[in-house]
Antibody, heavy 122, light 109 residues
Framework: EVQLVESGGGLVQPGRSLRLSCAAS????????MHWVRQAPGKGLEWVST????????AYADSVKGRFTISRDNARTSLFLHMTSLRPEDTAFYYC???????????????WGQGALVTVSS | SLVLTQSPSVSVVPGETATITCDGN??????VHWYQQRPGQAPRLVIS???DRPSGISERFSGSNSGNTATLTISRVEAGDEADYYC????????????FGGGTQLTVL
């Protein structure tokens, strides 16, 4: 069974940094592209970032480009999102998601974690 | 740039059919995916590539896509179908790799 478990969320002041982690299990992590999708409280879904299985292709939404960095450790089957210069509008649940096919990037999210809440407030 | 527009809400009585639409310029040329998000839960994929049902998804869920509108249809609606539903496409070359619609809240009366 695929499991994605996010951690590292919390309350942080504007301008500060935070790193989210996602522990993956139940599938060949090293073969799949992974993504972060966020959802502000009471709002819709917003794609944040993508990393391919070999970290060879990385992309960010314009809203986070230059401030967030996605990375992965295939040996530890973990995905990360390092967030800097945080803003109140970054307040959201951050979901770790998995792409559907191995060794392919198709932006189809077939498994989701339960989300980590990041609150940016002074 | 491409924008996906969904009606904010749809209401239906149990046993009837719910129709949720996703409008976008030439969306019929893209593969559309649908996610269900029940209150307090993470999203779940219910339809991929316009009309494919992932394993474990009820056959009451179906989809279509043509022209400027993609449609998610839920037949014989049950109370457990009450959720937010989001459409999504791969917007290659656009500002966002993955683009979501604003979501439709399905209320089962």
């Amino acid at each position: 069974e695929v499991q994605l478990v996010e951690s590292g969320g919390g309350l942080v002041q504007p301008g500060r940094s935070l790193r989210l982690s996602c522990a993956a299990s139940g599938f060949a992590f090293h073969d799949f592209a992974m993504h972060w999708v966020r959802q502000a409280p009471g709002k819709g879904l917003e794609w944040v970032s993508t990393i391919t299985w070999d970290s060879g292709n990385i992309a960010y939404a314009d809203s986070v480009k230059g401030r967030f960095t996605i990375s992965r450790d295939n040996a530890r089957t973990s995905l990360f999102l390092h967030m800097t210069s945080l803003r109140p509008e970054d307040t959201a649940f951050y979901y770790c998601t998995k792409d559907v096919y191995p060794l392919s990037l198709v932006m189809l999210f077939d498994s989701w974690g339960q989300g980590a809440l990041v609150t940016v407030s002074s | 740039s491409l924008v996906l527009t969904q009606s904010p809400s749809v209401s239906v009585v149990p046993g009837e059919t719910a129709t949720i639409t996703c409008d976008g310029n030439n969306i019929g040329t893209k593969g559309v995916h649908w996610y269900q998000q029940r209150p307090g839960q993470a999203p779940r994929l219910v339809i991929s590539y316009d009309s494919d049902r992932p394993s474990g998804i009820s056959e009451r869920f179906s989809g279509s896509n043509s022209g400027n509108t993609a449609t998610l249809t839920i037949s014989r609606v049950e109370a457990g179908d009450e959720a937010d539903y989001y459409c999504q496409v791969w917007n290659r070359g656009g500002d966002h790799y993955a683009l979501f619609g604003g979501g439709t809240q399905l209320t089962v009366l």
